[in-house]
């Protein structure tokens, strides 16, 4: 069962670093890469999210599903991935503005 949660932790924090990296390409001017930063980064959270909903599942099944600190920080990594991804969406579309109205002046 521990292995299960670091792979969660190991998706969903791959997928935390991708969307922080999204911000760095857009806040320097690097759209193109920012879209493939968080293209890459849903792709690891969509990998964690399902092996969480496996435990889920199985949960839902009757099976017990092992609790404890693995479970809580691999759900808290997972909480904090999915917030990233919020936060990487509005930095990108603030910088993209940004860089626009700085266009319009010229």
Known sequence: MEEIFFQI???????????????????????????NMIKE???YFIK???IHAELISKEAAGEP????MFLMHAEDQLMSAE????????FISVYKSMEDRERSRK
């Open 9 to 35: 932790i190991s998706q969903v924090g791959m997928a935390r670093t991708n969307y922080i990296e999204a911000i760095h390409c857009a806040k320097c001017g690097d759209f193109e890469g920012a879209r």
């Open 83 to 90: 917030m990233f991804s919020i936060l990487a969406d509005e």
């Open 65 to 68: 599903v092992e609790t404890g």
């Open 48 to 50: 964690g999210h399902q």
């Open 41 to 43: 980064g849903r792709e």
